[in-house]
């Protein structure tokens, strides 16, 4: 397809996340609020009446964390070297193939990223539980996220068959590709037919750039007591949030893994993505945000593909919601 270099707002974008950090992402949020909340409200509506009726939408991204740890040092994310407190874990095979077993008789075709808050590539299965994702989802959307520090070409052509999109995060501290990340861009530049099939994306990420609160986890930007969030979330309506030891969590933005609202060495995967826990999160979730401890002060919003797919579905068209293409996450 195509390899792509972005970054938002470009060179001036990250000049602006350098020099006015807290501006930057303040503006940002604010933008991205007030655009999509009308959005944002039509689709929790259509998922809630939908549940009452017994007809719980799937969900239109599954996020696997195969692996709890990182590599990098990117100051927003509690997972970077120097803040992560997770105890360390795995994923067994066993729980994994049952997981991608189970979406496959659930007849899933939405998005699938084994990535959570981490680094994918740091799991050395990673090659192989995508081919087994790919065979027993062909249909599905699948997608890595990668912060391209360990990436070179013959990992990306180890993964390429797999994955329909791979998306790197190029983090520094000047807009500049780092090394091998430009011998990749290289590569891919001069055999265009070799990626035919797969489109890559750079994304130009300042390492110390402030995001989002993350619910109080990013350690460059707390949570303010005092701001409460009265906007409706997506995330627990599309996305199902996978850890390692096989929980389901709230969100992406549960960094240090609070939130536990089933388990899926206890209960099937389709039972658990309509929990009571998980449905009740939801109910108080779409009537805004300060109704749920948990995401009361949180102020992401994100970034990417989830208000295009949301929007194909509330159109109702699933097939195009199911081909949309995936993005990194505020």
Same mark, same amino acid.
């Given at each position: 397809?195509? *390899?792509?270099?972005?970054?938002?707002?470009?060179?001036?974008?990250?000049?602006?996340?350098?020099?006015?950090?807290?501006l930057s992402s303040n503006a940002?949020?604010? !933008?991205?609020?007030?655009?999509?909340?009308?959005?944002?409200?039509?689709?929790?509506?259509?998922f809630l009446e939908a549940a009452a009726?017994?007809?719980?939408?799937?969900?239109?991204?599954?996020?696997?964390?195969?692996?709890?740890? @990182?590599?990098?040092? @990117?100051?927003? &994310?509690?997972?970077? *070297?120097?803040?992560?407190?997770?105890? /360390?874990?795995?994923?067994?095979?066993?729980?994994?193939?049952?997981?991608?077993?189970?979406?496959?008789?659930? =007849?899933?075709e939405g998005h699938l990223t084994l990535y959570g808050n981490?680094?994918?590539? !740091?799991?050395?299965?990673?090659?192989?539980m995508h081919k087994y994702a790919r065979e027993k989802?062909?249909?599905?959307?699948?997608?890595?996220?990668?912060n391209g520090l360990i990436l070179n070409v013959e990992k990306l052509d180890a993964i390429k068959p797999y994955i329909n999109q791979l998306i790197i995060n190029n983090y520094g501290l000047e807009y500049k590709l780092h090394d091998n990340i430009q011998?990749?861009?290289?590569?891919?530049?001069?055999?265009?037919?070799?990626?035919?099939? !797969?489109e890559i994306e750079i994304q130009m990420r300042y390492l110390k750039e402030v995001l989002t609160n993350r619910a109080g986890s990013a350690p460059n930007k707390k949570a303010r007591e005092e701001k409460v969030i009265t906007e409706t979330c997506l995330l627990p309506f599309t996305d199902m949030w996978i850890t390692?030891?096989?929980?389901? =969590? !709230? @969100?992406? &933005?549960?960094?240090?893994?609070k939130t536990n609202l089933a388990d899926l060495n206890e209960m099937p995967l389709k039972e658990a993505w309509n929990s009571v826990k998980m449905q009740q999160a939801r109910e108080m979730i779409a009537k805004g945000?300060?109704?749920?401890?948990? &995401?009361?002060? &949180?102020? /992401?919003?994100?970034? =990417?593909?989830?208000?295009?797919?949301?929007?194909?579905?509330?159109?109702?068209?699933?097939?195009?919601?199911?081909?949309a293409g995936g993005h990194e996450r505020v």
């Open positions: 397809m195509s *390899i792509r270099i972005n970054s938002f707002m470009g060179k001036f974008g990250f000049w602006a996340r350098v020099h006015f950090p807290m940002y949020l604010k !933008l991205q609020f007030a655009t999509r909340e009308k959005q944002q409200k039509a689709y929790t509506s259509y009726k017994g007809e719980v939408p799937k969900p239109n991204v599954v996020d696997i964390e195969t692996i709890n740890r @990182c590599n990098s040092t @990117c100051e927003f &994310c509690s997972a970077n *070297i120097h803040a992560e407190c997770r105890p /360390f874990m795995k994923m067994t095979d066993e729980l994994y193939k049952s997981i991608i077993d189970q979406l496959a008789d659930w =007849g899933y981490n680094e994918p590539l !740091l799991d050395t299965r990673i090659v192989e989802l062909p249909r599905s959307f699948i997608f890595m996220s990668t011998k990749v861009y290289d590569h891919v530049k001069a055999h265009p037919e070799d990626y035919k099939d !797969l390692p030891d096989g929980r389901v =969590g !709230l @969100c992406c &933005c549960d960094n240090l893994e945000r300060q109704n749920y401890p948990f &995401c009361k002060h &949180c102020d /992401f919003i994100d970034a =990417g593909f989830r208000m295009t797919m949301v929007q194909h579905i509330l159109d109702g068209n699933q097939e195009a919601a199911n081909r």
